[in-house]
């Protein structure tokens, strides 16, 4: 199987939970809340101008896509971040679910390196339809480690700078640092190192 042709199914599957435009309303939601925050200074207000942002972009991408569960999930992702806010009151409980995935992420990550199923492996395994088969391919396998080590190490900072500001209650370096290392600019990064990495391993195979 080529890089191309495992690229573009590696994008369908990428797709199939939702893409890059599920990962932009996220990013969009998180800094709309932080605007909406700094300007009116209430927390039950600026989660729901953030739920009302992102109920814009279901309804867009409903009309557009016509898929149902897509647009679900960031709509369930920044309802539960307004129901934490809005309940303690507190603006930092917004980002409580961007910390939650952080951490829980590289736990995760971590632990698939240690029972030695990697993640990327697993996924890579599945896109490519050889389940496990990649496991006895020493190149591939230790390319597929490097790979989801990029991810762990890349959880690893996020948690690293989130957990202190949450657990400080700077909603502003907070809400930054939510948005940048647990979005799509820090997953980008990985994503491209991860596609050197891989691409190295179809151009020498």
Do not use: H
């Not at 569960?69 to 980002?95: H, M, N, R, T």
């Not at 199923?117 to 496991?135: D, L």
């Not at 991810?151 to 948690?159: D, E, G, S």
């Amino acid at each position: 199987m080529g890089f191309g042709m495992l690229t573009q199914k590696s994008l369908s599957l990428f797709g199939a939970v939702g893409g890059w435009r599920t990962v932009a309303e996220g990013v969009a939601s998180r800094a709309l809340f932080l605007v909406a925050y700094l300007v009116s200074g209430q927390v039950l207000t600026s989660a729901l101008i953030a739920v009302g942002g992102v109920f814009v972009f279901a309804v867009v991408r409903l009309c557009t896509d016509r898929k149902v569960w897509q647009p679900s999930i960031g709509l369930i992702v920044i309802g539960v971040s307004a129901l934490l806010a809005g309940s303690s009151g507190q603006a930092v409980d917004f980002y409580l679910t961007v910390v939650l995935a952080q951490t829980g992420g590289g736990a995760l990550f971590l632990l698939s390196m240690l029972v030695r199923r990697p993640v990327v492996g697993v996924v890579m395994g599945t896109v490519r339809g050889e389940r496990s088969g990649w496991q006895c391919d020493r190149p591939r396998r230790r390319r597929y480690y490097l790979c989801t080590a990029v991810f762990l190490a890349k959880f690893v900072i996020a948690a690293a700078v989130l957990v202190p500001l949450y657990l400080n209650g700077l909603v502003v370096p907070l809400g930054i640092a939510a948005t940048l290392l647990g979005g799509a600019p820090a997953a980008g990064v990985c994503v491209y190192l991860c596609r050197r990495i891989l691409r190295e391993r179809a151009v020498t195979a």
